[in-house]
């Protein structure tokens, strides 16, 4: 079974200064790996996804991700925090080859950025 | 094109109650998902239909239930409240061949009384 342990629950940055969220997964394949932000009272937004191309993966809001196979890693940076980047982040896995839709989440990593 | 839309936002039940939450999907999207999220246990996967026919699921006691219509619009249904049901409802929606990717509604938070 595929599981993802995201390190850190809570991350505290300054505005400007470097956001790294870090995101291991444990399977036997890599498998297609996504990113997702949920501001308060909403649902899940897609920042980026690696689905077996490119490993530095570029996603929206300045996000990036690359994907380490021999770490089996997935960590999530942006070199300048800003204000509007506290949120709730959550690294996903999901099988490349299975029928079907299923991701499994890691335990979220909240952001806090000071001003 | 509009995104996924879950009705209704905002529950409130009590105990031993009944709820149905409904999920309609991107337009062209045949596949969706539910997911439960909650402060202790987090992101779970419920169950996931396609073509009207329930293709995975998850961990969950048989009081969670779902269908999906022909216009792939899909329902969630459970049964009996229990207090620990209280939870953020996501569901997502996928179109055929997209690497897995997934579209999330805002959710639906159901209050348990």
């Known amino acids: 079974a595929q599981s993802v342990t995201q390190l850190g629950s809570h991350v505290s940055v300054s505005e400007g200064a470097l956001v790294l969220l870090r995101c291991n997964y444990s399977?036997?394949?890599?498998?297609?790996l996504f990113w997702y932000v949920q501001y308060p009272n909403q649902g899940l937004q897609l920042l980026l996804k690696y689905t077996s191309a490119a490993t530095l993966v570029k996603g929206i809001n300045g996000f990036e991700a690359e994907f380490k196979k021999s770490e089996t890693s997935f960590h999530l940076t942006k070199p300048s925090a800003h204000m509007s980047d506290a949120a709730e982040y959550f690294c996903?896995?999901?099988?490349?080859?299975?029928?079907?839709?299923?991701?499994?989440f890691g335990g979220g990593t909240r952001v806090l950025v000071k001003p | 094109k509009a995104g996924v839309t879950q009705t209704p936002r905002y529950l409130i039940k009590t105990r031993g109650q009944q709820v149905t939450l409904s999920c309609s999907p991107i337009?062209?999207?045949?596949?969706v998902s539910w997911y439960q999220q909650t402060p202790g246990q987090g992101l779970q996967f419920l169950f996931e239909?396609?073509?009207?026919?329930?293709?995975n699921k998850g961990n969950f006691p048989g009081r969670f239930s779902g269908r999906q219509f022909s216009n792939s619009r899909s329902e969630m249904n459970v049964s009996t409240l229990e207090l620990g049901d209280s939870a953020l409802y996501l569901c997502?929606?996928?179109?055929?061949?997209?690497?897995?990717?997934?579209?999330f509604g805002a959710g639906t938070r159901l209050s348990v009384l």
């Open positions: 997502a929606s996928s179109s055929t061949g997209s690497e897995n990717i997934q579209y």
């Open positions: 996903a896995v999901s099988p490349i080859k299975a029928a079907g839709n299923k991701l499994t």
């Open positions: 337009s062209g999207h045949r596949s």
């Open positions: 399977s036997s394949v890599p498998p297609y």
């Open positions: 239909y396609f073509s009207e026919t329930q293709r």
